[in-house]
Structures are given as structure tokens and as C-alpha cells.
């Protein structure tokens, strides 16, 4: 039988529930289409990574370069070395920062009063961190106690005397590195770090975190500290916060010591507030209180980078408000003038040495029964008299001294209204 020649269409394929095919010039332009949008897609991405990059990069340098180094008296610190006293086997990984308040009355300070080429130590408060990083305590020495100052070299490149004076002179007669080489001396505690703030310093800190919280038990009507506030819980913004932190004579008893227990309340108050609404871990609430610090500041250079600066307030913030400790240094009248004040003993060297050691250190609230052994009243350490400092007597001292007493003071987690 011949083949047969006829031509058959192909066999049908079939029919599959797929979408139909793509005609043959669109199987090409689809894949093309979605590299084309991945590609810009990740120019969008990496344009914007290197866009903050830059933005972070500027702004680290804005707050780095905001921080003045006081190179003067870390050279007029190291000079002097040998005389500085060193860390104890028992406190290695401690820090000891000493914060001085300036009542510098030049440029933006003017308004305080006239400008007379020198200035005094306002408040000066040592923070010691303990080396776990558990616990803070901060020490407010007193402006009017009766202390030896060290030979330090003047403004002018001369040298001044040993002498005893009032504590805030020594700021006077040699800035800051003779403030510090004061409570070196009579504390027998190494200063790691310092920071120095001016009024308008304090204010512009304060202004950045929205005020701080407090309880004011009678309305205040001061002209001179500039405070109008009626009684009861006020926030206190620049200004007045720096008015009620300063005033004396016109609260209270107008004791120093009052004042300075104001000042530890107000600073608790200020911790509560960071850490309550989260300022150190918001972005947007940080870099103003960032800004305004750094600004704000002049520190030894191995504090002043905002890298340090970080790594001080990591530090301070991984330690619970209840074991940050607040009290003034045992102060009664000092005998031979009763407008200055002198270390009370030995209750003081006992505070120091806790500190020395790396201690905590127990406080009760100002007022209540002190624990025994604790006795404000104790005298000053034997032999001590107007040409000597007790508390440096006290350094070197007694057995007494390993035994710490509880003090006044207070915790940075109780708020003072909240007792009202």
C-alpha cells in the first residue's frame, strides 16, 4: 500500500489550567523591568545608609567639638603627680569625678554680678562609682568648711602658700587644679575626671530636659535669686531652677548646709525625670539634653569627647536610683568663727575612707535618729586646732576609720513632695 503523502496539522497539546503563555516579546521585558526596580530600589536604600551616615557623622562631630578641654590644668595636674595621692588595691575600677559649679561672672554670667577677674568654687559635689557599677555616691563638700589649701600656681604664674582658708578660695587662688588637689589632700581620694559648669551652663541643661520637679514647703519671694513660686510642686526651668539651687538667705535658715541639701534634692529630681521618660533612649528627647551638656561644659581630656562622655552616662544609668546616695560631708560651725564651718570627726575620715576603699556607703533621711556611733557632735581628731586640717589628720589616722557610721543624706529615688 503506498505511503500516504497528505500533511496532517500537528497534534493537538492539551489544553493546561495555567495562564496562557507570554507572546514572545514580553517574556523578556518583565525580568528586565523587575531588575530595573530592584536595582533602583537599592540605590534608594544605600543612597539613604549613606545619607544618615553623613547626618550621624556631622552630628557626632557638632557635640564632640561642643566639649572645652582644660588642658591648663590637666598640664598643672601632671606636673605635680608625685604629690597626688594613688587608688587604693581595694578600689581598682572605681572613678572618683569631682563636679564644680563656677560662679563665674563673665560673658553670658554678667547678669549675676559684676565681673571682678575671679571666681569661686559655687558648689563643689565628688561622685564616686563604684567599680561594678552598681553603685553612685556624691558627696557635696562644703563652700565655708575650713580646710589646708596646698601651694598652687596662680593665674599669674606665681605660687601661692599653704594656708588654711575656706574651701571655695582654693578655686579662687588656683582654678580648678588646686579645688582638686584640696580634696586630694584631705580626703586622701584620687580625682580621675572633673566637670566644670557656669550658671548659664546649668540653665541651658535644664531648659533641655523640660524642668525639673519640686516641692516647695512655703512660697518663695526672692528679688535677689529672682524666685516668685507659690507653695506647693513647681517645675523649675532655667532661671528659677538656678535661683532655688543658689538662694540662702531667704529659705530655710539660710545655712549653707540647707542649701546644699536643696541642691541634692534637685539633682535626684533631675535623675527621676531622664530616667523616667526614657530621655537616654529616645533619639529625639537625647540630642537636645546631648546638645545643651556638651555645650554646656569644660572637662580634664579624658572626659571631654562625647565618646567618654557616653560611656560616663552608660555607666550612670545602669545603676538603680535607689543605690545613688546624696550627703554633705560632716560639717558643724567651725569654733573660732561661726560663719565658716569645719569637718566634723571622725565621722568624716570614716566617710572618706569608705570611699577610698570602694565602700558603699548608708544614709538615713535628713533629721531622723542617728544610728550609734554616728554622733554629729563628735569632736574633731586629737591635737586638731585653727593651723590644722582634721580632716586630713583623720586620712591618716585611726582604726576608727575602717567603720562607716550611717550619714544623713538621701536616695536618688525618693521624691521629696511625694514625703510632703
Given at each position: ?19 496562557p503563555a507570554d507572546p514572545p516579546g514580553e517574556r ?147 582654678g580648678p587644679a588646686c579645688s582638686i588637689r584640696t ?74 548646709t540647707q542649701r546644699m541639701g536643696r541642691q541634692q ?156
Amino acid at each position: 500500500m503506498a505511503e500516504d503523502e497528505t500533511e496532517h496539522p500537528p497534534t493537538a497539546v492539551p489544553p493546561t489550567n495555567g495562564p496562557p503563555a507570554d507572546p514572545p516579546g514580553e517574556r523578556t521585558g518583565r525580568p528586565r523591568r523587575r531588575r530595573r526596580w530592584l536595582m533602583i530600589t537599592a540605590g534608594a536604600v544605600a543612597f539613604l545608609l549613606v545619607a544618615c551616615g553623613v547626618l550621624l557623622w556631622i552630628a557626632y562631630r557638632k557635640l564632640d567639638g561642643n566639649i572645652r578641654t582644660d588642658s591648663a590644668t590637666d598640664r598643672l595636674l601632671a606636673k605635680l603627680e608625685a604629690e597626688r595621692p594613688s587608688r587604693s588595691a581595694g578600689a581598682r575600677g572605681a572613678e572618683n569625678l569631682l563636679l564644680i559649679g563656677s560662679d563665674d561672672r563673665s560673658g553670658a554670667n554678667g547678669s549675676y554680678g559684676a565681673d571682678a577677674g575671679t571666681q569661686r568654687s559655687d558648689t563643689t559635689i565628688l561622685l564616686h562609682l563604684s567599680a561594678d557599677r552598681r553603685h553612685a555616691t556624691a558627696v557635696s563638700v562644703p563652700r565655708d568648711v575650713m580646710v589646708s589649701v596646698p601651694a598652687c600656681e596662680k593665674p599669674d604664674g606665681t605660687r601661692s602658700k599653704p594656708a588654711l582658708m575656706q574651701f571655695n578660695w582654693a578655686f579662687e587662688t588656683g582654678g580648678p587644679a588646686c579645688s582638686i588637689r584640696t580634696v586630694e589632700q584631705l580626703s586622701g581620694i584620687r580625682i580621675d575626671h572633673y566637670v566644670i559648669l557656669d550658671f548659664s551652663g546649668f540653665k541651658t541643661i535644664v531648659d533641655a530636659i523640660g524642668g525639673v520637679d519640686v516641692c516647695v514647703p512655703q512660697p518663695i519671694h526672692d528679688k535677689d535669686a529672682k524666685l516668685d513660686l507659690p507653695a506647693g510642686r513647681q517645675t523649675l526651668r532655667g532661671e528659677q531652677a538656678l535661683g532655688y539651687v543658689r538662694a540662702r538667705e531667704s529659705l530655710g535658715d539660710g545655712s549653707d548646709t540647707q542649701r546644699m541639701g536643696r541642691q541634692q534634692q534637685f539633682l535626684a529630681a533631675l535623675i527621676r525625670k531622664v530616667e523616667s521618660q526614657g530621655v537616654l533612649l529616645n533619639p529625639a528627647r537625647l540630642w537636645p539634653v546631648l546638645d545643651a551638656a556638651t555645650s554646656s561644659v569644660r572637662a580634664d581630656g579624658g572626659l571631654s569627647s562625647l565618646g567618654a562622655l557616653y560611656d560616663l552616662t552608660q555607666d550612670l544609668r545602669s545603676i538603680p536610683t535607689a543605690n545613688v546616695v546624696f550627703l554633705t560631708a560632716p560639717r558643724r560651725p567651725y569654733r573660732y568663727d561661726s560663719d565658716r564651718d569645719e569637718f566634723v570627726q571622725p565621722q568624716t575620715g570614716q566617710l572618706f575612707a569608705a570611699l577610698r576603699d570602694d565602700r558603699s556607703v548608708a544614709v538615713r533621711p535628713p533629721g531622723s535618729t542617728p544610728s550609734a556611733g554616728a554622733d554629729p557632735g563628735a569632736g574633731a581628731s586629737p591635737g586638731a586646732g585653727p593651723g590644722a586640717d582634721s580632716a586630713g589628720a583623720a586620712v591618716a589616722a585611726s582604726p576608727s576609720a575602717g567603720a562607716s557610721p550611717t550619714f544623713e543624706g538621701r536616695t536618688a529615688d525618693v521624691d521629696a513632695c511625694a514625703q510632703h
